[in-house]
């Protein structure tokens, strides 16, 4: 698996267990993805502290992933590194995701 | 066909794999390692990384596409304050030459976000030149990028 989960709340907190997200991963973490989210709290919070590269394959698969959740429901990234950073910015998907610069951050943007 | 690295002279990356999607990560990994003894910053080897996946990419998914899988060879070499890398293939060209790289709208519904459409806008921005030629049944494609730092 390329993605574990864990529920703090009404937030579910996956993190990539992988170290890249590319073309050679995408389909299996999308629907890994599909699996894990399933019916989930209407937040979730994608945890990307472990991974150091991304390319438009694996950008997609994680737009996907975002696509496939139910109406209401929502994903935030956290934790990117400055390559996979860079990847959001130039395709500007960082105009499209919340990307917080720590998971505590992010769990925290919920409640304000 | 297994990934076959010939050491070349000055230690300059020379691969050359089967284009499925595990072997070209391996390559490009392989590559960027190689590459790690350099001088260049880590974000310049990033930025070669990405544009290399991409090329590779597209040519596992496109260049090969409903023909038999066949080889790509990746070649780096110093060339003044340029780093010279050429990708080889005997897949189908390039229709109509190189894309002009215009990236999809991120502008619109979030059922209508784009899920690909990117790797030509992200490998334009990343090499700092680029060119394209077919010579009889291969394909070769160079990218130069810059070996003194710039701003991203």
Redesign the interface.
Known sequence: MAISSTLQGDVQIVTVTCD?I???IAIQFKEQMRAETEGGPPRVILDLAKVD?I???G???I??A??QLEPGRRMDLANLS??VE??FR????D??FHLFPSLEDAVAAQAG | MTPCAKPATGGAPDISFLAT??Q??RAVMHVVASLADTEMAP?QL?DV??AL??VV?NI??HGYAGRPSGAIRITCEPHGDYLLVSVRDQGRCIPGGLPTGC?PD??VP??D???????W??IR?LANSLSYSREGDQNRLDMQFSLRDRP?
Do not use: H
């Not at chain 1, 130039?90 to 998907?93: K, Q, V, Y």
């Not at chain 2, 976000?113 to 790797?119: I, V």
């Open positions: 890249r590319d073309a050679a590269f390319d438009s394959s950008l997609g698969a737009v996907a975002m696509k400055p390559m860079k990847v130039l395709t500007r998907m105009t499209v | 999607p595990d070209a990560r974000s990033g990384e990405l996946a991409e990419n596992v998914e990236p991120v502008e979030v059922k976000l784009p899920e690909g459409g990117f790797g806008m992200l921005t991203n």
